[in-house]
T-cell receptor, first 108, second 112 residues
Framework: KNEVEQSPQNLTAQEGEFITINCSYS?????LHWLQQHPGGGIVSLFM?????KKHGRLIATINIQEKHSSLHITASHPRDSAVYIC??????????WGAGTKLIIKP | NAGVTQTPKFQVLKTGQSMTLQCAQD?????MYWYRQDPGMGLRLIYY???????DKGEVPNGYNVSRLNKREFSLRLESAAPSQTSVYFC???????????FGQGTRLTVV
């Protein structure tokens, strides 16, 4: 079993829909990261959080440390949000454990 | 700010050839990383450098060597390339091990 599991693997939605991507982990962490990988390949950090909730524009990330679970939400989704969203956890020794990613496609 | 710059963006090698991937960051970060990304898999850590002057093996170090040349630069060397090393390579940096990571644009390497 992978230490970081993301769901769903693939998600296709219509423009405007509310999107939720989930991440569960099985190890003790110091932080959890959400990243976005564009179709061109570049990787951008969206959030780093160790508790609670963070919001940036239409993106919201939450984490429940007790449940070992995090969610990334996108409100009012847009085709430009189409990308692979990756969850990764810091385990305190300079290493990140990565999820396999969720491929999101938003159709106009 | 340039952030993290890695070169080259694309490279084709013949089996047995050597090459060095270069990475530089201008954010005064202590930690730097080399990852590879293969289809259907998450990023896998090859080597990392927690601070200037130190390097450590990650999950998949075999066939690679690294040099932390100074605080800005962290290079990855393939001494004798193999087809199994065909992948997309990413360099990243962070202030410390558990802080936000910044990524380069990636190098698409094909070994034939």
């Amino acid at each position: 079993k992978n230490e970081v599991e993301q769901s769903p693997q693939n998600l296709t939605a219509q423009e405007g829909e509310f999107i939720t991507i989930n991440c569960s982990y099985s190890v003790g962490i110091s932080a959890l990261h959400w990243l976005q990988q564009h179709p061109g390949g570049g990787i951008v950090s969206l959030f780093m959080l160790s508790s609670g909730k963070k919001k940036h524009g239409r993106l919201i990330a939450t984490i429940n440390i007790q449940e070992k679970h995090s969610s990334l939400h996108i409100t009012a989704s847009h085709p430009r949000d189409s990308a692979v969203y990756i969850c990764a956890v810091s385990i305190g020794n300079y290493q990140l454990i990565w999820g396999a990613g969720t491929k999101l496609i938003i159709k106009p | 700010n340039a952030g993290v710059t890695q070169t080259p963006k694309f490279q084709v090698l013949k089996t047995g050839q050597s090459m060095t991937l270069q990475c530089a960051q201008d954010m005064n970060h202590n930690s730097m990383y080399w990852y590879r990304q293969d289809p259907g898999m998450g990023l896998r850590l090859i080597y990392y450098s927690a601070s200037e002057g130190t390097t450590d093996k990650g999950e998949v170090p075999n066939g690679y060597n690294v040099s932390r040349l100074n605080k800005r630069e962290f290079s990855l060397r393939l001494e004798s390339a193999a087809p199994s090393q065909t992948s997309v390579y990413f360099c990243a940096s962070s202030e410390h091990g558990s802080t936000e990571a910044f990524f380069g644009q990636g190098t698409r390497l094909t070994v034939v």
